[in-house]
Nanobody, 120 residues
Framework: QVQLVESGGGLVQPGGSLRLSCAASGSIFRVSAMGWHRQAPGKQRELVATLASGGSTTYADFAKGRFTISRDNAKNTVYLQMNSLKPDDTAVYYC??????????????WGQGTQVTVSS
């Protein structure tokens, strides 16, 4: 039906950068809001950033000034540029999106997650 596939995670040193990508594919009429969450070991999943179809953005406090969310609507892809990474940013990062299918049914979808590890 609809799948979200993340990429771009990996191991990076403190202060480094990564860019995560998430592409939605399948029976898609349009994608509205897209966003990123993360889950660190022993912690609950938390919001990182969201980007509505109208262009408005929301960032968690820890992401302000360091992370930037963007999207390519033509490719149904959302990005998360992560700069000045800290060890506390280590987590599995999950993409999510609100998708209107070709059958005009709207649902939330989640990617499988991509591991980000910040360590020296």
């Amino acid at each position: 039906q609809v799948q979200l596939v993340e990429s771009g995670g990996g191991l990076v040193q403190p202060g480094g950068s990564l860019r995560l990508s998430c592409a939605a594919s399948g029976s898609i009429f349009r994608v509205s809001a897209m966003g990123w969450h993360r889950q660190a070991p022993g912690k609950q999943r938390e919001l990182v950033a969201t980007l509505a179809s109208g262009g408005s953005t929301t960032y968690a406090d820890f992401a302000k000034g360091r992370f930037t969310i963007s999207r390519d609507n033509a490719k149904n892809t959302v990005y998360l540029q992560m700069n000045s990474l800290k060890p506390d940013d280590t987590a599995v990062y999950y993409c999510n999106a609100r998708v209107l299918s070709n059958q005009l049914v709207s649902n939330n979808y989640w990617g499988q997650g991509t591991q980000v590890t910040v360590s020296s």
